[in-house]
């Protein structure tokens, strides 16, 4: 029985390698070529990574110009703080120097006033001429009366200036006019008028900056603010290319006002004019 199993087994076992053979086995040495690796990308991808690389760069440069606008902007606003600190350093000397020298004027008055009250009788001639020789300015007079300020003028004028040094132009322009309006004849206003000029040259308004330097010259002619005045003048002519009117205001300093510290600026920039520096 177990031998008829196996034959059978057998001839079946045949029968099917007859029906399926198998494929026939190439002994070349070699094997069924594999696909290309891609190794490098497409065009298209290339190009988005140039791009990439490009906007990372820009990004790198566009960091760098910020750096450095805020780093010229901090410098801008030390320079700011350092001219107000100058500008009130300045003008704390002159006040002294004025409250010094008003004090001098009123002490001597108050000796003079008694001779003042009974002059000597002149001839008639003779006070002609005086009276032909004398100048008939206003302005004059109130030079030589003694300087007046009030306790609330010098908080005002103290304010506007306050807010010029700390760099609130605008604020200090409007304060300085506003004082101007209200005190016209207090023993500020030659100052007031004076630093409403370098407000408006601050803000860089030449126009506005040349009218109120000239209202010094004009309406305290015998203030201690003149000299400052007309040498800012000269300055504002020669930055609009007047050359000739720069000239004379700057030879005005130096002979009006010999040995100050405008007459030397003028000197200073004058020479600079003549040779060919401006």
């Not at 209200?182 to 100052?191: E, F, I, K, V, Y």
Request: glycine share 6%.
């Amino acid at each position: 029985m177990k031998l008829r199993f196996l034959l059978l087994l057998s001839v079946c076992t045949s029968a099917l390698a007859e029906s399926w053979p198998l494929p026939p086995v190439v002994d070349n040495g070699t094997y069924p070529a594999a696909p290309a690796a891609r190794n490098s990308p497409p065009a298209s991808t290339k190009t988005l990574y140039e791009m990439m690389g490009r906007l990372e760069q820009l990004q790198a440069e566009v960091q760098q110009l910020t750096g450095k606008v805020e780093e010229q902007t901090f410098q801008i606003n030390e320079l700011k703080k350092r001219q107000n600190t100058m500008y009130g350093d300045f003008d704390d000397r002159l006040q002294s120097l004025e409250n010094k020298s008003a004090e001098g004027a009123a002490s001597t008055d108050a000796e003079a006033a008694p001779q003042a009250s009974e002059p000597a009788p002149a001839p008639a001639q003779a006070t002609l001429a005086t009276a032909a020789s004398a100048p008939t300015k206003p302005e004059v007079s109130q030079a030589a009366a003694p300087v007046s300020v009030t306790a609330d003028e010098k908080q005002q004028y103290q304010h506007a200036y306050d807010a010029l040094r700390t760099g609130h132009t605008s604020q200090s322009i409007a304060e300085f006019e506003a004082f101007l309006a209200r005190n016209p004849a207090s023993g500020l206003a030659n100052n007031a008028q004076y630093w409403l000029g370098e407000a408006h040259r601050v803000n860089q308004d030449a126009e506005s900056a040349r009218k109120a330097f000239s209202k010094v010259v004009e309406n305290y002619p015998g203030g201690a603010k003149v000299p400052d005045a007309l040498l800012k003048l000269g300055y504002i002519e020669l930055e609009q290319n007047n050359i000739n009117k720069a000239r004379d205001y700057l030879t005005r300093v130096t002979q009006d006002y010999p040995g100050t510290a405008p007459a030397h600026l003028a000197a200073k920039k004058l020479l600079s004019i003549d040779g060919g520096g401006q």
